[in-house]
């Protein structure tokens, strides 16, 4: 059989009892205060790290951002340079063109000029109106071959050369497709006396 507890020590048990009671919920409070303040801690350091990794970000694409202006204005500058290059080598080829039909159109007029003046000093030789005319032309063509097409050019010296060729320099009629007469014959020679 059990024995009564005295009411003291009833009180006494219920004393210690409160007090370990109120001592482990002030451990636990402590304990459990020490963990908000941990967490308190940890919650701020990580809105900190947020917010730094956000700065980041923010950082990265506005210098993303940049770059992509700074390389859409160097692809801009190279575009210009290159039409710039792409103008000069036309511009260099279209003088090196006019440049080379200058020096053409140089050598039709001195060629022009030789001939005219050869033509001329033959027409007089040869008291040829016809090489007198062609070689006038000729002159006349050297004085504007520079401001006429070279097709017109050529197809006036190609006239006048079949004109030469067809017409009679000394009489100035075509005979180009006339048959000229033989040669007259030799005088048959004198009858040479016989001896009767």
């Known amino acids: 059989m059990l024995m009564p507890v005295p009411e003291d020590k009833k009180k006494q048990i219920e004393a210690e009892i409160e007090a370990d009671r109120k001592k482990e ?100 030789l040869l008291k040829s109106p016809i090489f007198i005319i062609s070689g006038l032309v000729m002159l006349g063509l050297s004085y504007v071959a520079a401001t006429i097409p070279f097709w017109v050019v050529a197809a006036v010296m190609g006239l006048f050369i079949v004109v030469m060729i067809v017409v009679n320099p000394k009489n100035g009629k075509v005979d180009l497709f006339k048959k000229t007469p033989p040669p007259p014959a030799p005088p048959a020679p004198p009858p040479t006396p016989t001896a009767q």
């Open 25 to 124: 919920e002030a451990d636990i409070r402590k304990k459990y205060d020490e963990l908000i303040k941990k967490a308190d801690a940890a919650a701020k350091r990580y809105e900190e790290a947020d917010a730094l990794v956000k700065k980041k970000e923010e950082e990265k694409a506005k210098l993303r951002l940049d770059q992509a202006e700074a390389l859409k204005k160097i692809q801009a500058e190279q575009e210009a340079e290159r039409q710039k290059m792409l103008k000069d080598a036309k511009d260099a080829v279209e003088i090196a063109k006019e440049k080379q039909r200058l020096e053409m159109v140089g050598m039709i007029v001195k060629a022009l000029l030789g001939v005219g003046i050869v033509l001329m000093v033959l027409g007089f």
